[in-house]
């Protein structure tokens, strides 16, 4: 039998899920979905070494309100996007890989994503082959995946 909020409930002060048709198995898994969605982008957006908090809370808050252009069917492939483009970056930074490029190694890190929904491998643009150009192609990645969630929330 169907439980409503078994995996997270939203807060007290949160008035977006009153209705009783958020009670609905429909309504409901989509409504949990959306609240695990912004408790991940929340993770991701606090206790990153080095960010000041005041900039982490602006960071925080403009994720969540990107988050809330892109309609709720193609979230996940938003967030698994940008978490593809997050590890490939992370890749880029481990002591092995770091290592290679010093030692002048031919060696590149992709960020590609396949998409359930369509079968179809994507180059996200997040290609680097060396350390000089891993934060310029970082944010270009990222741009890109904004722009093409922000041209979705326009059509």
């Not at 000089?132 to 270009?140: F, I, L, P, Q, S």
Request: glycine fraction near 6%; charged fraction near 20%.
């Amino acid at each position: 039998m169907f439980q409503p909020w078994s995996l997270i409930k939203p807060s007290d002060n949160d008035r977006r899920f009153t209705g009783s048709d958020w009670e609905l198995p429909s309504f409901n898994i989509l409504a949990q979905a959306f609240l695990l969605t912004e408790q991940w982008w929340h993770s991701t957006t606090t206790d990153i070494h080095g960010l000041a908090h005041s900039n982490a809370a602006i960071a925080d808050f403009v994720l969540r309100q990107w988050l809330d252009t892109v309609a709720p069917e193609r979230r996940i492939d938003a967030l698994c996007e940008l978490n593809v483009i997050e590890q490939a970056l992370n890749a880029c930074q481990t002591t092995v890989v770091q290592d290679a490029w010093g030692r002048g190694q031919s060696l590149t890190v992709h960020g590609w994503f396949y998409g359930l929904a369509n079968g179809l491998l994507q180059d996200l643009k997040m290609t680097v082959s060396g350390s000089a150009e891993m934060t310029e192609t970082y944010d270009r990645a990222i741009g890109a995946v904004q722009a093409r969630y922000a041209a979705d929330a326009r059509d």
